[in-house]
């Protein structure tokens, strides 16, 4: 739900991610796209798990392209601006987060072969991986210990720019994992 009460919904339709806003009344907001839904990864088995607004209205969806992670951002008046898939190799993301200064925080899960690890990786606001977290990566794997299944389902941000993943693993069932702001596992 957006700071102005519009409802911004995602999820998959005609094999393309999509984004509908509403007005707080649930009508599709026609200053939204086309009729109120905007689309990306049209053809490419598109689907959204997850949708965040931004501070001034844009949206960044999360989820999956052809089995591999994508993410799209849509401006305020459900323009694509960008797109990046394919990072973490095979993959699919469950939640997103945006940062107060427009940095892109997506979660999910990456099957490794024998196991499925966890994921966070940070874009750009152009939606470039981001150089500056994990060893320069943009992108951090986690993996319970003692676990082949760990799945990162939901993400917070905290005002000092740790970012919490939550989940679940093999053993035990759920999880919480905090990540320092330059992407490195906060061990405390």
């Known amino acids: 739900i957006a700071p102005n009460g519009e409802i911004v919904v995602a999820g998959s339709s005609g094999g393309a991610m999509f984004v509908e806003r509403l007005t707080s009344a ?8 086309s009729g109120g839904v905007a689309a990306a990864f049209a053809g490419r088995s598109g689907v959204a798990n997850g949708v965040a607004v931004g501070s001034g209205g844009g949206v960044v969806a999360a989820g999956s392209e052809g089995g591999v992670t994508g993410v799209a951002q849509f401006s305020a008046a459900g323009t694509l601006q960008w797109t990046q898939s394919g990072f973490g190799g095979n993959a699919a993301l469950n939640a997103v987060a945006i940062q107060p ?8 899960a990456q099957n ?9 990786a940070r874009l750009t606001s152009g939606g470039a991986l981001d150089s500056a977290f994990a060893g320069g990566h943009g992108a951090f794997t986690y993996s319970f210990p003692n676990s082949g299944y760990t799945s990162l389902n ?5 005002n000092n720019g740790q970012i919490v993943a939550a989940g679940v693993a093999e053993t035990p069932d759920a999880i919480i994992v905090r990540i320092n702001s ?3 596992l906060d061990s405390s």
């Open 26 to 33: 649930l009508a599709p907001d026609s200053g939204f796209g």
């Open 101 to 108: 200064d427009g940095k892109v925080v997506v979660v999910g």
């Open 112 to 120: 490794a072969g024998r196991f499925i690890n966890g994921l966070i």
């Open 154 to 158: 939901a993400v917070a941000l905290q």
């Open 182 to 184: 330059d992407g490195s």
